[in-house]
């Protein structure tokens, strides 16, 4: 397996040739120093950089965003997947990360790659009262403002977020907030980002992702809220019929698509996959 020393720049969940969700990715022999990880992940700017080195049969992982350690990033592992296939050739390559076993599946084509990562469990409990409250008042909604076939629900598929389901494709587009308000909430209820979506159809849904938590207004592409988006929808019998389309980053000028595929066991893992593309590499 070969290593490298620079940090390659990977656009995540693109859309054709645009858009997509840019992740830092280096790979080394071993991994940096923590303080050195943060550093680097900090003089990137990116939502989230992740770090690999090999470790027995796959690759020990670490994401790190300019504001503190991530448990799970799903944009970066489709990232690091397709550096692992152009470095390594295409396949699947496990990652132990800091709570867990995960893989990702890269395949390398022309001057792109696409990749699928295969989430940790997923679980899903209803939002409190109060966290249901806080949330609508950072962002200016109320509760007449919900899609009540989707109750709001703190989902998990590696990490935790808030999912408010809207009414109308209009609220979704006019999302603002505060980000020190923001990052303020998703603190105190140990949130990794806020998962506001608006179903289309039961198949294709819109999605923003406030990642203040993480010193970002907002992500452009969010696997792992989409790997836990799709297990609540799973857990409420939503008529996903195995798989639903993500659009994301529209409102911010980054387009991107997220495929993700439901097995019908609960709690099991969700595949979330997508296009990737170089940066100035």
């Known amino acids: 397996m070969q290593t490298i020393t620079k940090?390659?720049?990977?656009?995540?969940?693109?859309?054709?040739?645009?858009?997509?969700?840019?992740?830092?990715?280096?790979?080394?022999?071993?991994?940096?120093?923590?303080?050195?990880m943060q550093r680097i992940a900090a003089e990137m700017g990116?939502?989230?950089?992740?770090?690999?080195?090999?470790?027995?049969?796959?690759?020990?992982?670490?994401?790190?965003?300019?504001?503190?350690?991530?448990?799970?990033?799903?944009?970066?592992?489709?990232?690091?997947?397709?550096?692992?296939?152009?470095?390594?050739?295409?396949?699947?390559?496990?990652?132990?990360?800091n709570h867990t076993r995960v893989t990702v599946e890269g395949r390398a084509h022309g001057g792109g790659a696409s990749a699928a990562l295969q989430s940790p469990a997923t679980s899903s409990s209803p939002a409190s009262p109060a966290l249901v409250q806080e949330a609508l008042t950072l962002f200016g909604y109320t509760l007449a403002d919900l899609d009540d076939r989707i109750p709001p629900a703190v989902a998990n598929g590696g990490v935790h977020h808030l999912v408010l389901a809207l009414a109308s494709r209009d609220k979704l587009r006019a999302m603002r907030y505060e980000l020190g308000a923001g990052r303020s909430l998703m603190q105190r209820y140990g949130l990794t980002t806020i998962s506001l979506v608006y179903a289309e159809?039961?198949?294709?849904?819109?999605?923003?992702?406030?990642?203040?938590?993480?010193?970002?207004?907002?992500?452009?592409?969010?696997?792992?809220?989409?790997?836990?988006?799709?297990?609540?929808?799973?857990?409420?019998?939503?008529?996903?019929?195995?798989?639903?389309?993500?659009?994301?980053?529209?409102?911010?000028?980054?387009?991107?698509?997220?495929?993700?595929?439901?097995?019908?066991?609960?709690?099991?893992?969700?595949?979330?996959?997508?296009?990737?593309?170089?940066i100035g590499d």
């Open 201 to 278: 159809t039961p198949q294709r849904f819109h999605a923003r992702n406030p990642f203040a938590s993480g010193g970002v207004y907002e992500d452009p592409a969010t696997g792992a809220a989409a790997a836990a988006l799709a297990g609540y929808l799973r857990d409420l019998d939503w008529p996903h019929g195995g798989a639903i389309d993500i659009i994301q980053g529209e409102d911010m000028g980054a387009p991107c698509h997220l495929h993700v595929q439901i097995p019908q066991e609960p709690g099991s893992s969700i595949r979330v996959s997508g296009k990737a593309r170089m």
């Open 46 to 97: 990116y939502s989230e950089t992740v770090f690999a080195a090999p470790h027995e049969d796959g690759w020990r992982v670490r994401y790190f965003s300019p504001d503190g350690e991530v448990a799970f990033c799903g944009h970066a592992t489709i990232a690091l997947g397709a550096v692992l296939a152009q470095q390594n050739g295409d396949g699947i390559f496990p990652l132990t990360t």
């Open 7 to 36: 940090v390659h720049k990977v656009a995540a969940f693109t859309n054709g040739d645009a858009g997509g969700n840019p992740a830092g990715v280096m790979i080394r022999a071993s991994l940096p120093e923590e303080p050195a």
